[in-house]
């Protein structure tokens, strides 16, 4: 167990609405990152959130969006849903520190089914 | 051409043999390495990070870094039945945000 949380479990929507996933980092952790992973391959990086603030995004349009709160927990929003979102959204807390490299840890995934 | 790249296998190898995942990278730039395990519809999980050229070794696993050739690689010695997973290969650039993962070889380990 990594100590980062994720809810819900399992999600089903339709196309064209909206989605809300959330994430606990692991205590201590001030750095949220969000992949989503297809079936079938690696996870892909969304974006990451650094002290409340977006640090990184990767290529996915702006209606992926995000937010990160002051106890450093997380939440994605997707709006316009639609069949390619479907996949499990993953989220990973670390610690960056000066001079040394973090560690990524995940939690447990959020399944999202878009019909 | 994929940034990280992994061969999907599956690779099936006989129980306490040695299994071996190689995985290649374009980003010269990139300085970190990391092998994650993922078992079916469960999250990853980290098993080794490398950032130096060379071999480091946990218990039963070696992850190996080759910077000259873009290449790293996991040997999975007296492999296990437990070790039957995907093995996530995945680089980042120092200071960089971003992981960016392989698509995954399917490890069976097989009685």
């Known amino acids: 167990e990594t100590g980062v949380t994720q809810s819900p479990t399992h999600l089903i929507k339709t196309r064209g609405q909206q989605v809300t996933l959330r994430c606990s980092s692991q205590?201590?952790?001030?750095?949220v990152s969000w992949y989503q992973q297809a079936l079938g391959q690696g996870p892909q990086f969304i974006f990451q959130y650094y002290r409340e603030e977006e640090n990184g995004r990767g290529n996915f349009p702006p209606r992926f969006s995000g937010l990160q709160f002051p106890n450093y927990s997380s939440e994605l929003n997707v709006n316009a849903l639609e069949l390619d979102d479907s996949a499990l959204y993953l989220c990973a807390s670390s610690l960056p520190l000066a001079g040394s490299t973090d560690t990524q840890y995940f939690g447990p995934g959020t399944r999202l089914t878009v019909l | 051409q994929k940034e990280v790249e992994q061969n999907s296998g599956p690779l099936s190898v006989p129980e306490g043999a040695i299994a071996s995942l190689n995985c290649t990278y374009s980003?010269?730039?990139?300085?970190?390495f990391f092998w994650y395990r993922q078992y079916s519809g469960k999250s990853p999980e980290l098993i080794m990070s490398i950032y130096s050229n060379g071999d480091k070794e946990d218990g039963r696993f070696t992850a190996q870094l080759n910077k000259a050739s873009q290449y790293v690689s996991l040997l999975i010695r007296d492999s296990q039945p437990s070790d039957s997973a995907t093995y996530l290969c995945a680089s980042r650039r120092a200071s960089a945000s971003k992981i960016i993962f392989g698509s995954g070889t399917r490890l069976s380990i097989r009685p």
């Open positions: 980003d010269r730039v990139s300085q970190s």
């Open positions: 205590s201590g952790h001030n750095t």
